[in-house]
């Protein structure tokens, strides 16, 4: 079978250059698919940090001029990745974030930064490389998204798109007067153009030109084909019908392996549990936690804003400590969700423990270590935490929402008589409900065979890449036969 041939298109990728899970999954996506006689190639920003991971890399394409500067394509291997760098050093050299400057605010020029990022990515897309002539263009969140539209207003037939939608939430709005300079026409301020609410909106151009879209999760597809959580787009998605679906996300197995992790006090695996428990004795040291190995011990890793609800949690802390539950929180965001847990550990001193930051290792070893890891989002496209947390037999307690609800199976009493059940599931979003979850993981995880069992269920559960690699590679035959 002749291989095929993708670029994707993307503003972050791990290890090099991350921000959230949208980086996890480029940069994933290329060994799972290389299993499906699939060749990846991604282009991504030459910020700093990435012209400083290709040193020695080979100048495929000159542009002369990128939206105010000149540019050029460098072509190079790294970190087993084959990356496409578009350096533009007066859109992308400079001292900062992806997106937000030193001052914390969005890069002025944002639109032209990724418009940038995605006008070069339609003329690879059509050839502009000698050699390389991809199949498929994929894009990811409207940093890219813009890549259909140039395809399409060019007129010329190009390669077959598919654009995924990592979190809805940001759409990549614009004032309409900055089209001309972008490189369209007045004309595409329309409805079944680039126009969202008196604005453009990148992210609409993906979803209106896309062969194909997705999301991360079949539950976050259906949200978000709703005026609830649609956020103005449910309308055009439910237009796009059977052309949009979800295809969740998986975890590297083994970056996170219980086995075979270096960060963590034990090694351990389904059939050694026992060996988690140094684990959750070192995360009690850790976190300064008084050492009560009877108490239930939740473990949070979260970015800390209102997304991930973890406001609910610091609203139900006075009845959860009251229930002897421990608690440790692995997290950076919002100052005032900051503030909240600091004052948590000088109100619960011993039973509250907090470690302001992003820090991998302490990630590893709360997810080892803790009993239950939380994740109480109120939208959740997939969630990669609580696939760590299966797999290092952590048991989810999941606000039923997008990802949540797909990957972790509710311990009802269908669920614990089958025993299948992998972990708790709570709704609506509310400080009572994540209270009444967690009083229900008490009493099973005062059961030891029961809780045991769930531990064993959730490691078996497969959180790899690999059925999600074949859910893409069907995905893009069937965009490929589409566009025949
Ligand atoms: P999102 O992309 O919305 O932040 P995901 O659950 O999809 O949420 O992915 C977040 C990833 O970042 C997970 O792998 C999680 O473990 C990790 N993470 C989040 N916060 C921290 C932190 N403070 N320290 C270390 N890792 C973190």
Redesign the pocket.
Known sequence: MARTRVLSVASEIYPIIKT???A?VVGALPNALARESIDVSTLVPGYRPVLDAVQGATTVLVLDDVFGGPGRILAANAAGLDLLVLDAPHLFDRFGGPYIGPDGNDWPDNAFRFAALARTGAQIGAGAIENFRPDIVHVHDWQAALVPAYLHYSGRRGPATVMTIH?LAFAGRFAPDLLPALGFSPAAYAVDGLEYYGSISFLKAGLQFADRITTVSPTYALEIATPEHGMGFDGLLRARGARFSGILNG?DDDVWDPARDPYIAATYDAARIAARSRNTAALRRRFALAEDPTALLVGV???LSW?KGLDLLLETLPRFVGRGIQLAV???GDAPLEGGFAAAVAAYPGRVGVYI????A??HLVQAGADVVLVPSRF??????QL?ALRYGAIPVVARVGGLADTIIDANEMALAAGVATGLQFAPPTSDALDSALVRASVLFAQRPIWERMQRNAMNTDVSWTRSGSQYARLYRAALDAHE
Do not use: K, M
Request: aromatic letters at 4%; charged letters at 20%; proline letters at 4%.
């Open positions: 959230g899970g949208l996890d979190n975890i890793v979260s970015r997304q692995l997290g950076a930051g992003y820090d991998e302490v990630a959740e496209p997939c969630g990669l935490t760590c």
